[in-house]
């Protein structure tokens, strides 16, 4: 059994779809471990996006900073099978709304926002939710957010 961790997004709680969108995994047998609601600090926007803030820079963190700080956001460790990490990102679906596909939480429910309309107007996709990608990010985003959980080895 692993586990990875997904957040919900600002847009996600302003629309109030948090449970639309949990129900995508609980259909797929995948539970939650843990969860918890937090308003987002910017020093915990920097952490949890470190590589990226230095990968783009200042200028993308800013961004970062704009769509979170001060906003709530839901942090959810979530379990499943061995593969629980890929199987939660096809759920989640691609990262822009507007090329995720029908049956992914981002093509159904993402409002179709993408690159093109994002960037002219100086900001980064919404796109409802984050989810790790690799067990090395599960463990740096758990250790952000929800540091009372601890990960069985």
Not at 37 to 62: C, M, N, P, S, W
Request: hydrophobic residues 40%.
């Amino acid at each position: 059994m692993g586990v990875t961790f997904v957040m919900l997004k600002p847009d996600a709680i302003k629309r109030q779809i948090g449970y639309d969108i949990m129900q995508y995994f609980f259909s797929s047998g995948i539970k939650i471990e843990c969860l918890d609601v937090q308003t987002a600090t910017e020093e915990k926007i920097r952490l949890h996006y470190t590589e990226v803030i230095q990968k783009y820079g200042e200028d993308f963190a800013k961004k970062m900073l704009d769509m979170f700080e001060g906003k709530t956001v839901v942090p959810i460790v979530l379990s499943g099978g061995d593969n629980v990490i890929l199987d939660v990102r096809h759920i989640v679906g691609a990262t822009e709304p507007a090329k995720a596909e029908s049956g992914t939480i981002r093509g159904d429910l993402g409002l179709g926002d993408c690159y093109a309309i994002s960037v002219p107007e100086g900001r980064v996709v919404r796109n409802l939710i984050h989810a790790s990608d690799s067990i090395e990010a599960v463990r740096h985003e758990i250790s952000v957010w929800l540091p009372k959980y601890k990960i069985a080895d």
